[in-house]
């Protein structure tokens, strides 16, 4: 099955400064999501992105497809956007739709 | 609206017990899900059910046993648990091929 890796897998920053999240996968994919998980444990969206570039207030994303990997930009960085950050992806062959496969995600802890 | 819901927020139950856990959504999607999530883990699949029907069931023990009442409710039984099945156990839902929307969790601990 694919193989998704996350780096680093733990990340210290002083509040305001900039990060980028990496994702590498070993195989195609038709679906790929960020998440951000809460110290409570809720997983929220923060993009969906197989492919191409998307940017929503202070985060952005990158998807290079033919390369097999994925970008999470967090710029000025705030104390909640402390956690575990998750990139999971999708492949739609063999009878897979549905099957999302999670990397081992990134702890962010943010500091004031 | 992208919210699914999750009922208990926690649960403590015996080996003995039966329980159930219980997810909604009213966002008219036709796929819904089943993780596991270990401590300090990523989320793991556990069922998916397309147009109320399962498709996958990643062997998963039978103490576990899905349902899907209807496409807006999926529910998880529970029997005979584990202590080791103790773990924060998330629903989400989906159109098909499309971003999947997470609830926030149920905590299981299994004494």
């Known amino acids: 099955g694919i193989q998704v890796e996350q780096s680093p897998p733990d990340l210290i920053l002083q509040e305001g400064a900039n990060s980028t999240l990496r994702c590498n996968f070993s195989?195609?994919?038709?679906?790929l999501q960020w998440f951000h998980q809460n110290p409570w444990g809720q997983l929220i969206n923060l993009f969906y992105?197989?492919?191409?570039?998307k940017q929503n207030g202070r985060l952005s994303a990158t998807t290079v497809a033919t390369e097999r990997y994925s970008l999470l930009y967090i710029s000025s960085s705030q104390t909640t956007d402390s956690g575990v950050y998750f990139c999971?992806?999708?492949?739609w062959g063999s009878g897979n739709t549905g099957k999302l496969i999670f990397g081992q995600g990134t702890t962010l802890q943010v500091k004031p | 609206d992208t919210e699914v819901t999750q009922t208990p927020k926690h649960l403590v139950m015996g080996m003995t017990n039966k329980k159930s856990l219980k997810c909604e959504q009213h966002?008219?999607?036709?796929?819904m899900y089943w993780y596991k999530q270990k401590a300090k883990k990523p989320p793991e699949l556990m069922f998916v059910?397309?147009?109320?029907?399962?498709?996958i069931n990643e062997s998963v023990p039978s103490r576990f046993s899905p349902e899907c009442p209807n496409s807006s409710l999926l529910n998880l039984h529970l029997h005979a648990l584990q202590p080791e099945d103790s773990a924060l156990y998330l629903c989400?839902?989906?159109?098909?091929?499309?971003?999947?929307?997470f609830g926030p969790g149920t905590r299981l601990t299994v004494l």
């Open positions: 989400a839902s989906s159109q098909e091929q499309d971003t999947q929307y």
């Open positions: 966002m008219g999607h036709r796929a």
């Open positions: 059910y397309s147009y109320e029907k399962l498709s």
């Open positions: 195989d195609s994919v038709n679906n």
């Open positions: 992105i197989p492919s191409g570039t």
């Open positions: 999971a992806v999708e492949n």
